[in-house]
């Protein structure tokens, strides 16, 4: 007190000044206190002191609800823990109901904190990095273009998803190629100049349904010059989305290739799935087209099957076409082969100003295999096993409907892990294949390939053996994709039985299940979607065979996946699953003839780097021809 005395004596302060002085401080710092609190409290899971700070999950401990007390002795434990979360939680722009899901690499986004970011309705916030904290946080890295794969002057709130969605994955090694971006730039001017609400686009369906030689005399001589230069491909639906996915891609390719605007007819169960892919234009095909409906227009396997007079020696390319003509690319148990990928019809088909194209197939090889396309097809696309990798990014940009329902789930459940692990689980013969009998192959798959970790059962307290295990601290978040909930349930129980071997802490969440397909079904298919690109976004896959559900999340994630073997029945098989040596979809119904007409059994070694299907004898796909 003498030195402090001395001190004031020094200053020139008399104790009655000090004394108020001290009762201003003391009046004031609680109320600094509490405005700097109200300012950084976040709805009601915020607390002013990080020790005391926990992350809500939908308004409740991230555990089973059964052992909400047991949660953090759990992790210490490495126990595994499952969120069976399912969109029906999610409300509009893919809020929780009732709750605000606040989840970050470190504190809670607000003015007084930095973080990773926070979500709100509608997508995440445009100045924030989804990556988990072991990733790159370097924002140029993180090109919003993908390296110049998308282009400019989107209006970015009509599609959210579109600059955010590389701020949720690494970034890609495999890079467009510059001719591929040349093609692209092109392709969008021609889509906006004959693209329906265009000139042009009217001109061509008046000349189309109304041939007379009387007509189209009032437009401007320009006009009709830029109509007879557009042609189109009508793309039709054919089975489920993934199908619907990789033939869109397939078609858009060959749009592209054959200078067509490509136009997509989407129903009902359709709508709010994707955003426009093209700046100025639709791609949508108009209600009032006359091609919604192709069941009076002649269709290409009726030309060549019948029209086509080999004793005569004619060819397709002598025949005089109609304008509208029907192709059929999707498998059928008859399979006629229809010389698709030869040029001398190619070239006849260059006659026909509207096809009418309808797939289930990812015929992307067969372009590679069309002597006058497989040149544009290697220049565009040096890397053989990116093909869809570069145009699913392209073209399937998820609404913010969708959108708001990934990003939320993603940084909710999966942002913070240090690995994150896609289980796609497909069974076609649920009827004649056991539950146990999948369950067994998934789990013998990942454990055996150290995707996943044992459970420790000699040790069921949770007390890790291994010096190594107890000082392991990894978390592992595991995203079950499937019909059935069971799949989910079963890892989940099983991790609660004791800690990992590894002392890795194992989360595992199933967004979905459906129990069953259901096809004509707009939520059904919002919510494929959704699983489809949370498992894109996932640095590990296992998927199923013959699956195009997987073929688009390996695809858009540039992933070689852990293929399952095919269970058709209550068997065991060994190996439980194969690397696959590319992200590529497999074609599973490739041409059997040459273009001279004579079989022939193995396309895949016909041309470089294609390789026949390791989930289908059949089924020919692109690749590098390396297992990673």
């Known amino acids: 007190m003498e030195i402090l005395d001395d001190a004031i004596d020094n200053m020139g302060l008399s104790n009655k000044k000090v004394s108020k002085f001290l009762l201003v401080l003391f009046i004031a710092i609680p109320l600094v206190f509490i405005t700097i609190t ?22 409740k401990y991230q555990n089973d609800n059964n052992n909400n007390n047991n949660n953090h002795s759990m992790e210490l434990q490495g126990r595994g823990i499952v969120q069976n979360m399912t969109h029906e939680n999610l409300g509009e722009g893919g809020e929780e109901k009732n709750n605000t899901i606040e989840v970050s690499q470190g504190k809670v986004q607000n003015n007084c904190t930095a973080s990773q970011g926070t979500v709100t309705g509608g997508g995440p916030k445009n100045n924030t990095q989804k990556l988990s904290t072991n990733d790159s946080k370097n924002s140029t890295t993180h090109d919003k273009f993908l390296d110049g794969l998308l282009a400019s002057g989107f209006d970015e709130s009509t599609c959210l998803s579109r600059y955010q969605s590389h701020l949720y994955r690494k970034p890609s090694n495999h890079k467009p190629s510059p001719y591929l971006i040349s093609k692209l730039r092109n392709y969008e001017e021609f889509h906006k100049r004959c693209g329906p609400n265009s000139r042009a686009y009217k001109i061509s369906m008046q000349k189309i349904t109304t041939p007379s030689s009387k007509t189209h005399h009032h437009h401007h001589h320009n006009d009709n010059v830029d109509a007879a230069k557009c042609k189109y491909l009508v793309w039709t639906p054919a089975n489920g989305l993934g199908n619907r996915m990789i033939s869109i891609a397939a078609a858009f390719l060959f749009a592209v290739l054959t200078d067509r605007v490509l136009l997509v007819r989407f129903e009902a169960d359709m709508n709010g799935l994707f955003c426009e892919p093209f700046h100025g234009s639709t791609w949508i095909l108009p209600k009032n087209s006359p091609f919604w409906n192709h069941e009076n227009i002649e269709t290409y396997q009726s030309v060549v099957l019948a029209k086509v007079d080999k004793a005569r020696n004619l ?8 304008s509208v003509l029907f192709i059929n690319l ?22 026909v100003t509207v096809l009418i194209v309808q797939s289930d ?24 096993d990116a093909v869809f990798h570069h145009v699913g990014r392209y073209l399937f940009h998820p609404s913010n409907q969708a959108w708001g329902q990934i990003s939320k789930f993603y940084d909710a459940y999966l942002a913070k892990a240090d690995e994150r692990i896609g289980l796609q689980i497909r069974v076609f013969r649920p009827t004649f294949t056991p539950q146990q009998a999948v369950m067994d192959l998934l789990l013998s798959c990942a454990t055996s390939n150290k995707i996943l970790p044992e459970v420790d059962t000699r040790n069921p307290a949770g007390t890790t053996a291994s010096k190594v295990g107890r ?4 978390l592992k978040a595991v995203l079950v994709a499937s019909l059935y909930p069971e799949y989910g349930e079963n890892l989940r129980s099983m991790y609660l039985k004791g800690p990992t071997i590894t002392g890795e802490v194992i989360r595992v969440y199933q967004p979905s ?8 079904d707009n939520v059904h298919n919002i919510k494929a979607l959704v699983d489809m690109y949370l498992l894109s976004l996932c640095d590990v896959l296992v998927t199923s065979s013959l699956s195009t559900f997987g073929y688009v999340a390996q695809g858009f994630g540039g992933l070689k996946p ?67």
């Open 38 to 59: 109200s300012m950084c409290k976040i709805s009601n899971n915020f607390l002013p002191f990080e020790g005391f700070q926990k992350v809500l999950l939908a308004g």
């Open 315 to 322: 060819t397709l390319d002598q025949l005089l076409l109609p």
């Open 330 to 351: 999707q498998h059928t148990k008859e399979d006629p082969e229809i010389f698709f990928h030869c040029d001398h019809n190619q070239e006849a088909l260059k006659k």
């Open 361 to 384: 197939q990812y015929f992307v090889p067969s372009l590679f295999m069309t002597p006058s396309f497989s040149h544009d097809m290697n220049k565009m696309f040096p890397e053989k």
């Open 471 to 474: 000082n392991n601290h990894t």
């Open 513 to 520: 299940h459906e129990e069953k397909q259901k096809f004509n």
């Open 562 to 628: 852990w293929l399952l073997y095919g269970l058709v029945s209550n068997e065991t098989h060994f190996p439980p699953c194969l690397r696959d040596l590319s992200p590529e979809p497999c074609y599973h119904f490739p041409p059997q003839h040459q273009c001279s007409g004579n079989p022939k059994e193995h396309f895949a070694t016909s041309f470089p780097r294609m390789f026949e299907c390791k989930d289908y004898y059949r089924g020919v796909k692109l690749g590098d021809g390396v297992v990673h």
